[in-house]
């Protein structure tokens, strides 16, 4: 670091080193243009890859179950479609603009250190939805065996009863967990071609499998004809109807919670600014709106012509049902539904868990953890936490996971608000890369202190719902607590937001509104080398390749 005095300024000259240290790698630092491939279709594409799912599939069976008629789910289901398509649009602009991830953004309201926090708690998350997707997957590969090999449903079951699971669920399992592997390798970047692939197949699947059950019931099934009489729930009323679908609401956005505060991760590719809202506002709706409503009508139709067999929210399972009542024919569609939405678990999987989480522990330990070595990580603590325990005996764990939004929401609000009303769009990209006392977003000792206390504020009020829902038998609380926990999202990303404008407004941040003078990283074009340069024939691409940028900084 360099000090210069020259007219009454000082000019510090600092350097954004040219390797991996704790704070940057090729990884994490901006991507030059080369890096930048995902076009407007590309971004349809893969949100439709992504977001047409099981788990959306059958997103619906929730808000039935607690007495709301389909009408009332889907109302329910449009309203946070609405809600997490406008976020998403939010979150994704600094990554699009700046192209940096989700965890280099945070480094501007919580500092270099501080980003650390929200990073363990993304972690945790792609950890844990690593494994249930997995096990998802796992499901649908058990299914395409059975349609080639019906005597794979039959294999001799060497587990206790209870395990969770059968021999057979753990040998598809492996399998799905195999297949993911190869793909955790490839760059991010990469994932084009599999995407669209991927999106055109899951579609037609989903519409082949909706239109088979519709024509063969003949109408909407009873779900739709007598709710009542499927799930024994009368009709809700009043205030009562009002606070459950308040509260599917706010659980159809927890879902989503943590994909909304990545989006960064992926925008940062687009070849242009922007272009990764056309993804956004386009497939996003269109997947969580029709999933939901495919699920529905399907589910309904098949316990019309299934009647007894259990509800069958869980697409696989349906498939598993239509191979044992249909015709022995029926074992070729059955193979290529699950074939698409064994894609569509790649990619949910890989893409949405394993490679997101990946960016995180890159981003937290990037001297020696790049992006395939953080998602291969996630993918061995994905198996070690026993999914088919977590999805066959554990409903807590997975009212904790999915209501961890109470954790998410303020971090959310802390950084929507520091980057669209605080900054104004405008940072200083090269200070997010430098640990020490010149930068702007070092603060103190790489914590801005004004994150930790809007966070606090913004999970309080949430905390005794949440807890009375992970554990209702231990925990017992007022039915108002209960109400601001089924509002607790919009509640806390509010709460998070407006602590943190006042707190910088008591107490400005610096570096506020700024941004570098030069194109410190070669972000916004290519470089610029001599041409009988060895980058020049090969191309930087790696940060140990690239040149050292210099910036200067002035304080007066």
């Not at 809700?236 to 308040?246: D, E, I, K, R, Y």
Request: net charge neutral; aromatic share 12%.
């Amino acid at each position: 670091m360099i000090f210069n005095r020259t007219h009454g300024a000082i000019t510090q000259s600092s350097q954004v080193p040219g390797h991996a240290t704790s704070y940057t790698n090729s990884d994490v630092i901006p991507l030059p243009p080369s890096r930048r491939t995902w076009s407007k279709k590309v971004f349809v594409f893969f949100w439709f890859a992504t977001a047409m799912n099981i788990a959306e599939w059958s997103g619906a069976s929730a808000s039935l179950a607690l007495g709301l008629t389909v009408q009332q789910a889907i109302i329910v289901n449009l309203t946070s479609t609405i809600i997490i398509t406008a976020a998403l649009v939010i979150s994704g602009y600094g990554g699009g603009q700046w192209h940096v991830p989700f965890a280099v953004i945070n480094r501007a309201p919580w500092g270099l250190r501080g980003s650390w926090f929200p990073l363990l708690n993304r972690v945790l998350l792609s950890c844990c939805w690593y494994g249930v997707q997995g096990w998802f997957g796992g499901q649908m590969t058990k299914v395409m065996i059975g349609a080639i090999w019906p005597s794979f449903y039959d294999m001799p079951n060497t587990f206790r009863p209870d395990a969770a699971m059968e021999t057979n669920d753990l040998v598809a399992f492996v399998i799905f967990w195999l297949a993911c592997l190869p793909l955790l390798l490839l760059k991010p970047e990469s994932y084009r071609i599999p995407a669209i692939i991927s999106a055109v197949l899951v579609l037609i699947a989903a519409l082949a499998v909706f239109l088979w059950a519709f024509v063969k019931q003949g109408n909407g099934g009873p779900l739709f004809s007598n709710p009542e009489a499927v799930y024994g729930i009368g009709n809700l009323q009043g205030s009562q109807l009002a606070w459950v679908m308040v509260r599917c609401i706010n659980s159809g956005i927890g879902g989503w919670a943590g994909g909304i505060l990545y989006q960064s991760d992926f925008s940062r590719y687009a070849v242009h600014p922007g272009d990764q809202v056309y993804g956004q506002i386009f497939s996003i709706p269109l997947c969580l709106l029709g999933s939901n409503i495919l699920g529905i009508v399907t589910t309904s139709c098949a316990r019309g012509f299934y009647p007894n067999e259990p509800l069958l929210w869980k697409l696989y399972d349906l498939l598993q049902a239509i191979q044992r009542n249909e015709a022995p024919a029926a074992r070729a569609a059955v193979f290529f539904a699950a074939f698409a939405f064994f894609l569509s678990q790649l990619s949910v999987t890989v893409v949405a868990c394993g490679v997101v989480g990946g960016m995180d522990l890159a981003a937290l330990c990037p001297r020696y953890i790049d992006i395939r070595r953080g998602s291969l990580i996630i993918a061995i603590i994905g198996i070690c936490i026993n999914p088919w325990k977590i999805m066959n005996t554990a409903n807590s764990f997975i009212s904790a996971i999915s209501g961890y939004a109470v954790f998410l929401g303020p971090l959310t609000g802390i950084m929507f608000a520091d980057y669209h009303l605080l900054r104004h769009r405008r940072i200083k990209l090269s200070h997010l890369f430098l640990p020490q006392i010149g930068s702007d977003y070092w603060f103190w000792h790489g914590l801005n202190w004004r994150a930790p206390i809007a966070w606090v504020l913004g999970v309080w009020a949430s905390l005794p719902g949440f807890c009375a829902s992970v554990t209702p038998a231990s925990v017992i609380v007022s039915d108002n607590w209960v109400h601001v926990y089924y509002l607790s999202w919009p509640l806390s990303v509010c709460i998070g937001a407006l602590v943190w404008m006042i707190l910088n407004t008591i107490s400005p941040a610096p570096g506020i509104g700024e941004v570098d003078d030069d194109d410190v990283f070669g972000t916004f074009e290519e470089l610029q080398k001599p041409k009988d340069s060895k980058e020049e024939k090969e191309g930087p691409d790696h940060l140990s390749e690239s040149p050292t940028y210099t910036t200067s900084l002035e304080h007066a």
